[in-house]
């Protein structure tokens, strides 16, 4: 029997269990990939977006190459694509992994349902979290709001329903013996002609096994506590960099979680099981905002914290393409916001930065900057995106009060306190000795003389004074709050 996989957010052999479903049922089993026009139009406005996702997609055909199976490409709206891909093979299965992502929430509904009018069975996986939306909407009445909750009942759930197969998917995916390579009407490399980008995080399951393994190690092997001065950049030694990878699939949550598992055992070095525990507090943090997300889907436009919707924002041009152009005169901001436009990727703590500053310092709009964020990473995601601005913004019940507005200077020196991250992003800077690479304007004009370093000139004045602004936007929080 033909079974279609359609591939999703899932670009993976490896632990993939609607894959695997449909190994089970079929003897032939055909990938498909759809690419909907709205994310064509959206990517292309973001090409490295765009073409990681495609170099994924590459990727993802040759693993199945190497196992005899194939891929096919369509382009347009699944409604359409998925029924004429089965009627195109005569197939009698189509097998995909839930994704709760899609504003559009019937969608799958209605797949399901003219695939069965058709005679065709759909198979439908659960496969993005450790512990399931369904298993925690069944353990409560009432969605858990605050993440402290949320972590405690996810925990208890963990151990059931959290282990990879460890398998890649099982022949025989027979297809692409018995089915010949020149029926395929969208090849990837012709019609996209997609070259390899050194950029960009490399491609396909092994790179992004192999990061994960890394960085288990890092965490198997904690350094020693070290002063301040001589810590190494948190850039580089403080997360796994794997975002990218489980965005897109190629990657499971399973396969992070079991990698992970060994170092909480209590045989563990203590010091170690506590940077494994903070690490899988961070992937309980991903399903934390899904499942907010889940429950709240209003939280895309409106705050958690219906009270603060009265807040008032900014309209400010000026402001709005210094920041996200890194030339605000704050340099921690800076070098957060050009990796973001460089790499596509920034460490939490420098994403929390600089949306603390778009928020508290320059009061603009949350909703906007959340979108230039989504629109600059490639692990952009709309859930994980919007339940961190919405943290960051002190809408959500796991955030830092209003009244914490972080000091730029202060962060960049418990964050970066060599500078060696700020010198990376804002070349602009390098010759700065680190007592002024924080704070460049504190530079005397003697010193500034002597490095051939003018502020205003080289590197921008601050386009806001943060002691200013943090009393002005405290006193908007508190407005809003006593408004109701
Ligand atoms: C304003 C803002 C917007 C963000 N937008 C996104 C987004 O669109 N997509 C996204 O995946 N993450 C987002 N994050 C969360 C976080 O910054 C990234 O997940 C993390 O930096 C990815 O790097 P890593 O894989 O090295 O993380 P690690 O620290 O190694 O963590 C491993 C994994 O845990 C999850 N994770 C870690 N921290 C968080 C967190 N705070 N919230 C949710 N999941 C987390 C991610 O899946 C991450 O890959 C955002 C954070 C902020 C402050």
């Known amino acids: 029997m033909r079974v279609i996989h359609w591939f999703r957010r899932d670009l993976r052999v490896h632990d993939n269990p609607a894959l695997q479903r449909a190994c089970r049922i079929g003897d032939e089993v055909i990938g498909l990939v759809v690419l909907h026009p709205s994310t064509i139009d959206r990517?292309?406005?973001?090409?490295?977006?765009?073409?990681?996702?495609?170099?994924?997609?590459?990727?993802?055909?040759?693993?199945?190459?190497?196992?005899?199976?194939?891929?096919?490409?369509?382009?347009?709206?699944?409604?359409?694509?998925?029924?004429?891909?089965?009627?195109?093979?005569?197939?009698?299965?189509?097998?995909?992994?839930?994704d709760i992502e899609h504003t559009d929430s019937d969608r799958d509904e209605r797949i399901r349902q003219s695939l069965s009018a058709m005679g065709c069975y759909s198979g439908i996986e659960q496969d993005q979290y450790l512990v399931p939306l369904s298993v925690l909407k069944a353990s409560r009445k009432e969605p858990i709001?605050?993440?402290?909750?949320?972590?405690?009942?996810?925990?208890?759930?963990?151990?059931?329903?959290?282990?990879?197969?460890?398998?890649?998917?099982?022949?025989?995916?027979?297809?692409?013996?018995?089915?010949s390579p020149k029926s395929d009407p969208f090849p990837i490399s012709t019609q996209?002609?997609?070259?390899?980008?050194?950029?960009?995080?490399?491609?396909?399951?092994?790179?992004?096994?192999r990061r994960l393994e890394r960085w288990i190690e890092i965490l198997a092997t904690p350094p020693s506590p070290q002063p301040a001065e001589k810590r190494v950049s948190p850039s580089a030694a403080v997360s796994s960099g794997i975002s990218p990878y489980l965005r897109f699939g190629v990657l499971s949550i399973?396969?992070?979680?079991?990698?992970?598992?060994?170092?909480?055992?209590?045989?563990?070095r203590e010091m170690t099981r506590t940077a494994a525990e903070l690490w899988v507090a961070r992937l309980a943090?991903?399903?934390?905002?899904?499942?907010?997300?889940?429950?709240?889907?209003?939280?895309?436009?409106e705050p958690f914290n219906i009270e603060l919707s009265t807040i008032r924002w900014e309209t400010n041009q000026a402001h709005l393409t210094a920041w996200k152009e890194g030339k605000t005169g704050y340099p921690i901001v800076d070098a957060a916001m050009r990796q973001m436009a460089i790499e596509g990727y920034a460490p939490q703590w420098a994403r929390e930065i600089a949306a603390h500053f778009y928020i508290k310092d320059l009061m603009l709009d949350w909703r906007q900057g959340m979108n230039i964020f989504y629109s600059l990473m490639l692990d952009a995601d709309m859930a994980n995106n919007v339940g961190n601005w919405q943290r960051v913004a002190s809408f959500t019940p796991d955030a830092d009060p209003f009244w914490r507005v972080p000091n730029p200077a202060r962060f960049?020196?418990?964050?970066?306190?060599?500078?060696?991250?700020?010198?990376?992003?804002?070349?602009?800077?390098?010759?700065?000795?680190?007592?002024?690479?924080?704070?460049?304007?504190?530079?005397?004009?003697?010193g500034q003389t002597a490095l051939?370093?003018?502020?205003?000139?080289?590197?921008?004045?601050?386009?806001?004074?943060?002691?200013?602004?943090?009393?002005?936007?405290?006193?908007?929080?508190?407005?809003?709050s006593h408004s109701e």
């Open 43 to 98: 990517t292309k406005q973001l090409p490295r977006r765009l073409r990681f996702l495609l170099l994924q997609i590459e990727a993802l055909k040759d693993s199945l190459a190497r196992i005899g199976g194939r891929l096919v490409l369509r382009y347009g709206l699944p409604e359409h694509a998925v029924p004429n891909v089965v009627q195109e093979w005569g197939a009698k299965w189509v097998t995909w992994n839930e």
């Open 285 to 301: 943090r991903r399903e934390y905002y899904n499942y907010l997300f889940f429950h709240f889907p209003r939280v895309m436009q």
């Open 145 to 179: 709001q605050t993440f402290e909750v949320f972590y405690k009942v996810w925990r208890t759930h963990l151990s059931e329903a959290s282990s990879s197969s460890g398998e890649p998917a099982p022949e025989p995916l027979k297809a692409g013996r018995t089915i």
């Open 192 to 209: 996209f002609h997609v070259a390899s980008d050194k950029a960009l995080p490399p491609p396909g399951e092994q790179p992004a096994i």
């Open 452 to 480: 051939r370093f003018f502020v205003g000139q080289d590197y921008p004045v601050p386009i806001v004074s943060h002691d200013q602004r943090r009393e002005e936007i405290i006193r908007r929080y508190r407005t809003a």
């Open 412 to 446: 960049s020196r418990e964050m970066d306190p060599s500078g060696e991250y700020i010198r990376r992003y804002v070349p602009e800077l390098v010759r700065l000795p680190k007592e002024y690479v924080h704070e460049p304007w504190t530079l005397p004009h003697r």
């Open 254 to 268: 399973r396969q992070c979680m079991d990698a992970a598992r060994p170092l909480l055992n209590q045989r563990a």
